[in-house]
């Protein structure tokens, strides 16, 4: 019988494409950041220790102890006005100074049509059509494809996958109809909520901002209302969706019972790149059609029906740093065709953003037991030069879901090594690439429709979203469940075949 060959090793990434290990250079400051964001946003939880006091203290009252304080109050005028002074002040401070609740009411991903599919046969066999790709960069561009951790089931627009392909305003706004107005529809549809509902409109778009705006063609296809209090973000890369959410949910802490409508995607038509540069070239390979809608609302009547509650969101600007501000880049190449180029130091830069995010989120949301361990790590090696192993906090401990962006195979694979997950932590996101490629900003969505569908999502679960975006920026939002998800009662795009997956990605070394 012949002895079994070992199944090859894959290939070691060179050091400039890894991630750096997050704990090794730890700034203090980020973690009395974590500690202030903690204190400047918890105050008002202050006062249930003492309400708790309080009770405690009457629940040890006998009947003849009630009997006596009755008659106390009730020859000492000064006493009452001053309890119930106290009282109302309290009453007064909790309610002005907590924050409004802000609730998930449910969210809804765009699935293009079957005409939309895209193998990695047809991406091939489309790029040597066009006819501007030399031998080299259709190489390359294969080499890209089978090592992303992309699918075959991956979607682009109609504009790009005609030979010619035809890419102009007219078919850019055709694709931005479709995937808005698809996911809105849907939306509306599940929510049974009319447009003219909605008080606050956001659309975050990076790379096709047109006039009028994309948040005024949705306000003209609904007929939205007029005092309608609207926003459309450009240019802030693939987090920008978490960006939508963490100033709706500024928006809804000023205006009382309104519902927040958030729109997240990105457009290919008008941002695919015919040139040779290879590093514009892969976004090209990893990039693919889709959007979602998202409605949030503080309405305390929408508490039951609703899905999830926002519990924090954190945000990490690095664009300070000329390095990170320059990572990733919409330009022209040497014979003047426009797109986005990736540094080289991209993998570093995002290991750095996501290093300071975590670093702040960590005081909020890890067990004390966890903060204290890796406090004293941290004193020890900063203050004290102990030569000790830094101490990388379980975050398994704080969440039971991880919704990672899905950028690409690498960026996943440190991100399971460096944050110590597990094969299940990572297979939202790792089957959303797989099945809908790197969708930008609504990835995060397609990957909790995912842990939706395989009916893993239960009430008082809790679920991290974290995504990297151009600038530099890494943001993080943090839910809550409130109740079970029966996956029987979802409408979302993986429920017609979810039982195919997980499906077996297969590990390779990147290039």
């Known amino acids: 019988m012949a002895e079994a060959k070992p199944s090859p090793q894959p290939e070691r990434l060179p050091s400039s494409r890894k991630l750096p290990d997050f704990l090794q250079s730890v700034k203090l400051k980020y973690v009395k950041l974590g500690y202030h964001y903690l204190i400047s946003h918890g105050m008002y939880i202050l006062l249930f220790p003492l309400i708790a006091i309080i009770a405690a203290q009457l629940s040890t009252f006998s009947l003849h102890d009630l009997h006596v304080l009755w008659n106390h109050l009730r020859y000492n005028l000064i006493s009452v006005i001053l309890c119930s002074t106290l009282l109302v002040f309290l009453s007064t401070l909790y309610f002005l100074t907590r924050p409004r609740s802000v609730y998930l009411v449910d969210f809804s991903c765009y699935k293009p049509d079957e005409a939309r599919k895209c193998t990695r046969k047809r991406f091939m066999d489309c790029s040597r059509q066009i006819g501007t790709f030399t031998d080299q960069s259709l190489e390359f561009q294969q080499r890209i494809l089978e090592r992303s951790g992309l699918g075959e089931t991956t979607y682009l627009p109609e504009a790009v996958l005609n030979i010619p392909p035809n890419p102009s305003m007219a078919e850019a706004r055709k694709e931005a109809e479709t995937v808005m107005f698809g996911a809105l529809d849907k939306l509306f549809e599940k929510t049974k909520i009319k447009p003219k509902d909605v008080g606050i409109l956001i659309v975050n778009c990076s790379l096709f901002n047109p006039t009028p705006s994309l948040s005024a063609m949705i306000v003209n296809h609904y007929k939205l209302r007029g005092n309608i209090i609207s926003y459309n973000l450009g240019g802030m890369g693939c987090s920008a969706g978490l960006i939508s959410i963490d100033l709706a949910k500024d928006l809804l802490q000023v205006h009382p019972n309104s519902y927040a409508l958030i729109v997240s995607m990105e457009n290919i038509t008008l941002n695919w790149y015919f040139g040779n540069n290879r590093s514009m070239l892969v976004s090209n390979c990893l990039f693919r059609m889709g959007g979602a809608a998202i ?169 991290w979203q974290i995504a990297f975006g151009s600038g530099f920026k890494c943001n993080s939002a943090v839910w809550k469940a409130l109740r079970t998800i029966n996956p029987a009662k979802e409408k979302n795009p993986w429920m017609d075949e979810i039982d195919q997956f997980p499906v077996v990605v297969p590990k390779v070394a990147a290039l």
Request: with cysteine.
């Open 295 to 463: 409605l949030l609302s503080n309405k305390g009547s929408d508490r039951w029906r609703s899905k999830y509650r926002l519990v924090h969101t954190v945000r990490t600007h690095k664009g300070a740093d000329d390095k990170c501000f320059g990572c990733v880049t919409q330009e022209e190449d040497e014979n003047g065709k426009i797109g986005v180029s990736l540094s080289k130091d991209l993998m570093a830069v995002a290991g750095d953003a996501l290093k300071t995010n975590i670093t702040t989120l960590g005081p909020l949301v890890l067990p004390m037991s966890e903060q204290l361990l890796f406090f004293a790590t941290l004193v020890g090696r900063k203050l004290l030069k102990m030569k000790v192993k830094p101490y990388i906090p379980d975050f398994k401990l704080a969440f039971e879901h991880f919704c990672i962006h899905a950028g690409g195979r690498a960026v996943l694979d440190e991100l399971e090594k460096n944050l110590n997950l597990s094969e299940w932590h990572m297979e939202p996101s790792r089957m959303t690439l797989n099945r809908f490629g790197n969708t930008s900003s609504s990835s995060l969505w397609y990957e909790l429709a995912y842990t939706e569908a395989k009916g893993r999502m239960k009430r008082g679960d809790r679920m």
